[in-house]
């Protein structure tokens, strides 16, 4: 099957930190691309990082050199470039042999083996969890030929806890491990009660072997013991977001200067 050619006609503004004052960026957004301040208010927003709109090459160039006066970093880099992780594998039950990072799936032919210097970057955060859906029970003690009423469930948001983002190469795709959702069967007598304590127990291992692997700032913070505020992210799409950025600063570094 053909593969089709990558459009390099669109490019993205890669916006490498968040401004002072976010609506300082957006009035240049707005301004730039004629966007409705609210839009462009969204899009200051979500920065660092790449900025959602394709653009023209002409008007990315003129987006970022505008960001740029105001004293932020940003870079128009052809669409094609930024990763947009189609081929994320969620990792429910992995173990840390010497040969590489073993994910094992539900059956033989799921499983897989990824070396580990193919892993070429890891991404981790604390992230609110989910929601999860709580029902009140309990028996009736009377009966009345009135209607009855059940309690309505409640949505109760979890604990915040650790996730991370393994960046692979050889072929290109995305791990994606979230603390609760994890087997560590591996540990052994290592196991505790608790996930999270679990998740850094795999987290040292892997860091242990994976050591070509390039450590996002937030990573390192967590790695370190400090302060959970340095290592946490509004949303698991916020970590998602600082992954994407980190491995395109990674990959823009080994590029040549153009001549």
């Not at 609506?23 to 966007?35: G, H, N, R, T």
């Not at 032919?109 to 709580?134: C, F, N, Y």
């Not at 983002?165 to 491990?177: A, D, Q, S, V």
């Not at 979230?178 to 860091?207: C, P, Q, W």
Request: glycine share 4%.
């Amino acid at each position: 099957m053909d593969i089709p050619a990558a459009d390099h006609s669109k490019f993205r503004v890669i916006v490498y930190a968040a401004p002072d004052d976010p609506e300082e960026l957006a009035d240049v957004i707005a301004a730039v691309l004629k966007f409705h301040p609210t839009d462009a208010l969204i899009r200051a927003r979500d920065v660092p990082g790449p900025l959602i709109d394709e653009l023209s090459r002409e008007a990315a160039e003129r987006l970022s050199g505008e960001i740029s006066k105001i004293g932020v970093r940003a870079e128009a880099v052809p669409a094609a470039d930024v990763p947009e992780f189609k081929n994320t594998v969620v990792v429910h039950h992995a173990r840390c042999p010497e040969t590489g990072l073993e994910v094992l799936g539900l059956n033989a032919e799921e499983e897989m083996l990824v070396p580990w210097g193919d892993i070429d970057l890891i991404s981790v955060g604390q992230v609110p969890q989910e929601t999860a859906r709580h029902y009140v029970t309990g028996e009736m003690a009377t009966i009345s030929a009135a209607r009855r009423t059940s309690p309505r469930p409640k949505d109760i948001l979890l604990t915040p806890g650790p996730s991370a983002w393994f960046i692979c190469k050889n072929p290109e795709r995305e791990l994606r491990i979230d603390h609760k959702r994890m087997n560590y069967e591996y540990l052994g007598k290592r196991k505790t009660f608790s996930a999270t304590a679990n998740f850094r127990l795999f987290f040292d291992d892997v860091i242990a072997r994976a050591r070509q692997a390039y450590l996002t700032p937030s990573t390192r913070d967590y790695l370190e013991h400090g302060s959970v505020s340095d290592y946490s992210f509004d949303s698991p799409e916020a970590l998602k977001q600082d992954a994407i950025l980190h491995i395109l600063i990674r990959r823009r570094s080994f590029q040549s200067p153009p001549s």
